[in-house]
């Protein structure tokens, strides 16, 4: 990726936080990265085409996150492991985890493209779950466990980002994300055995 195209997806990212997907425009982005709106369009469609980067780029994140090299490691590992890397995807790279998971432009729809990029990337979770099952588990079964795992972790990061959240005095969301995950993924490898 060019520096131009950097420069674009890092200011579009920052607005982003600010203001969430109401501060995105062409013009508030070439202003953040200190160029004109055309040079916006000649490297981008536009505000879709900006979106559709920030939103592969999150996808691409994701699917690194849950690339766990297996090699040694447990079916529980693999898991927690994986499940760490993405906790420091959401906490550092936060802009793309609100953009891809929840928070995106009512008005924007992902391209194909984009799309293709989440699917793999909820095919990495995929596989990642299918370690914990038993393997004569049917594929839907492999499915809505992968989304259960998913909602707990984003349930958690749903609650840690809520606006009462500092309220709640909680000491660590990432232990308690955690340890919700380590007593979710123990039930299911009981089951598996």
């Given at each position: 990726m060019t520096?131009?195209?950097?420069?674009?997806?890092k200011a579009a990212s920052a607005l982003f936080l600010e203001g969430g997907s109401a501060a995105l425009s062409v013009r508030a982005i070439a202003a953040r990265a200190e160029m004109s709106t055309i040079g916006i369009y000649s490297h981008f469609k536009g505000k879709q085409?900006?979106?559709d980067a920030l939103y592969t780029q999150a996808a691409e994140m994701a699917s690194a996150a849950m690339d766990v090299q297996q090699?040694?490691?447990?079916?529980?590992?693999?898991?927690?492991?994986?499940?760490?890397?993405?906790?420091?995807l959401s906490e550092t790279n936060e802009a793309h985890y609100r953009l891809f998971f929840g928070e995106s432009d009512p008005g924007y729809t992902p391209s194909p493209?984009?799309?293709k990029a989440g699917f793999e990337a909820f095919g990495?979770?995929?596989?990642?779950?299918?370690?914990?099952?038993?393997?004569d588990?049917?594929?839907?079964?492999v499915r809505d466990t992968a989304l259960t795992i998913w909602a707990l972790m984003h349930g958690f990061f749903g609650l840690r980002n809520h606006a009462g959240a500092d309220k709640l005095r909680v000491e660590s969301w990432r232990g308690l994300t955690?340890?919700?995950m380590s007593n979710h993924i123990d039930a299911l490898l009981?089951?598996?055995d």
């Open positions: 520096d131009t195209r950097t420069k674009i997806l085409g900006i979106l090699a040694g490691l447990s079916p529980r590992d693999i898991m927690m492991t994986a499940a760490r890397n993405y906790i420091v493209e984009a799309q990495k979770l995929l596989e990642q779950t299918a370690f914990v099952l038993p393997q588990t049917a594929p839907e079964e955690l340890d919700a009981a089951r598996k």
